[in-house]
């Protein structure tokens, strides 16, 4: 159901998404259809903390087991292809050969290269997409039979790279574009999770990119609906974790399904590689419209934030500082969270990474200490069974100050707090990687001012201090 605006008598009328042919449903009695709510509040921090209530209208859990379900960090080969570093596809067709052009991102070697990455700094996830034949004719040519989703490209050692990934502690992502063809998916999925799990492979991130095949069904349309939650109860069956792209805004069904960990379904970090763009002030409407569903691999961490490093015809721009994509890692829950830029890039600003690598994807607690939409969000999450919080601020196009109490924090403990903020020259636009890290030492009696640049932000890790601590780090005080 979309909810659509008539900005003139500003009223808000329902419609249901029909099929191909315009049919708005099929239903078989006896039926029951979803819950619809509305959530109301003065106050914009509220209507944040109510959306469990559309978690908890779902029902409970159906799978028998979930010790298997384990939330994470990863990096992926992916982002290079955005930047046209590399190429999805392994060649292109010339006279029925399939030709390599030495650009494919998905080889052995690259792979092994963020395998090693991944082992060095704690993460336990690869992505890679394009592993698979079929991508060399698969955009623009919907047809039913382009991807198999067994058959690597002669460059990607599928067996070389799972002893190496599990010999160094690191667990591959399983890739599945269907380009749109989702019967062809469906008629290959228990053939594609035993080829996952034969290889050492518990996760899957999906694709759904184009028409859907054959009939040209909506994405959001009752048919596609109902193929996400097969494929959810499915890879649930098989013990496998699923990351959707391209799919229907989720609503609360991560309850039921609680291997479905998280999936696109709005405008992500990508959007920026090969359009104008997410205005800043996207990702401070996404916590009260798409977020209030469920968790999204929003896939943030952009370090370099200008599209030309590896093709100088592309002028697209992040719309965002440095400060601010590390804010992100809270602002936008995600169990399954991407460290979506190139290991290169990090590598220049290991100070910054160091929240990346620090910041918890599982949470004990969640606070809203400020938030307007579309203006900005101030966010505290207290990682799972750990006394250690962290903190997101952002802010739309308009540089601000904002405010919040930390009096969450155990009373008469001592904590430090380190800072990730913006620079006071940052900008998105004009000096995205200015920015400063600080450390202070707080209490349950400090609120916190934040100053945010303009498309910016602030993270801040909260951890108990040590005596040594006590000793050396100053007492915040607000600017």
């Known amino acids: 159901m979309n909810l659509l605006v008539d900005r003139s008598s500003y009223t808000l009328s329902a419609a249901l998404v029909p099929d191909a042919t315009g049919n708005k449903a099929y239903l078989q009695a006896p039926a029951r259809t979803p819950w619809r709510t ?3 509040s003065d106050k914009a921090t509220e209507i944040l ?8 209208l779902n029902e409970p859990s159906k799978l ?18 955005h930047l046209n570093k590399s190429s999805w596809d392994y060649g292109r067709m010339t006279g029925g050969t399939l030709v390599p052009h030495g650009r494919h991102g998905a080889n052995t070697a690259n792979v092994k290269r963020h395998i090693d990455f991944a082992a060095q700094h704690g993460i336990p996830g690869v992505l890679v997409e394009g592993w698979n034949v079929g991508w060399e004719d698969w955009y623009g040519n919907w047809k039913e039979n382009v991807f198999d989703f067994v058959t690597p490209y002669p460059d990607y050692d599928i067996k070389e790279l799972q ?35 034969k290889h050492g492979m518990n996760a899957v991130k999906t694709g759904y990119v184009g028409r859907i095949i054959p009939r040209g069904e909506h994405h959001d349309g009752q048919w596609m609906v109902n193929h996400y939650l097969r494929v959810a109860e499915k890879t649930g069956r098989y013990g496998i974790m699923v990351d959707m792209h391209e799919p229907v805004r989720p609503t609360g069904l991560h309850r039921t399904y609680p291997n479905w960990l998280a999936s696109e379904a709005a405008r992500g970090n990508e959007f920026n590689a090969w359009s104008a763009g997410n205005p800043p002030a996207h990702e401070t409407i996404l916590p009260f419209t798409r977020l209030m569903g469920g968790p999204m691999d929003y896939t943030p961490g952009i370090f370099e934030t200008k599209m030309d490093t590896y093709d100088t015809s592309r002028h697209f721009v992040v719309h965002t500082t440095l400060a601010k994509q590390l804010a992100l890692y809270v ?3 995600s169990p399954l969270q991407m460290a979506a830029d190139l290991p290169e890039h990090y590598a220049k600003y290991p100070d910054a ?17 400020a938030a307007e939409p579309g203006e900005y969000v101030f966010t505290a999450r207290k990682a799972k069974g750990s006394p250690n ?16 109490k930390l009096d969450f924090l155990e009373k008469g403990r001592n904590y430090v707090a380190t800072l990730y903020r913006d620079g006071d020259g940052a900008h998105w ?17 400090t609120e916190l001012e934040l100053h945010l640049a303009p498309g910016g932000g602030t993270a801040i890790s909260i951890k108990p201090a040590t005596p040594a601590d006590m000793l050396r780090v100053p007492m915040y005080s607000a600017r």
């Open 38 to 40: 509305v959530i109301v």
């Open 49 to 56: 903390a109510a959306n469990r209530m559309i978690l908890n």
């Open 64 to 81: 028998p087991n979930t010790a298997w379900i384990k939330p994470q960090k990863f990096i992926g080969v992916w982002w290079e292809m």
């Open 163 to 197: 002893r190496y990934a599990k010999s160094k502690g690191v667990k591959i992502i399983m890739h599945h574009e269907t380009s749109g063809s989702v019967t062809n998916y469906e008629r290959q999925m228990d053939t594609a999770y035993r080829c996952m799990l």
């Open 331 to 333: 602002t936008i829950y």
């Open 353 to 369: 990474f160091r929240f990346i690598k620090d910041v918890a994807v599982d949470w004990d607690d969640t606070r809203y200490l």
């Open 389 to 404: 919080w962290f903190l997101g601020a952002i802010t739309n196009e308009s540089a601000r100050s904002v405010t919040g």
């Open 429 to 445: 636009k004009d000096a995205p990687k200015d920015y400063l890290i600080e450390r202070f030492l707080v209490n349950s009696y």
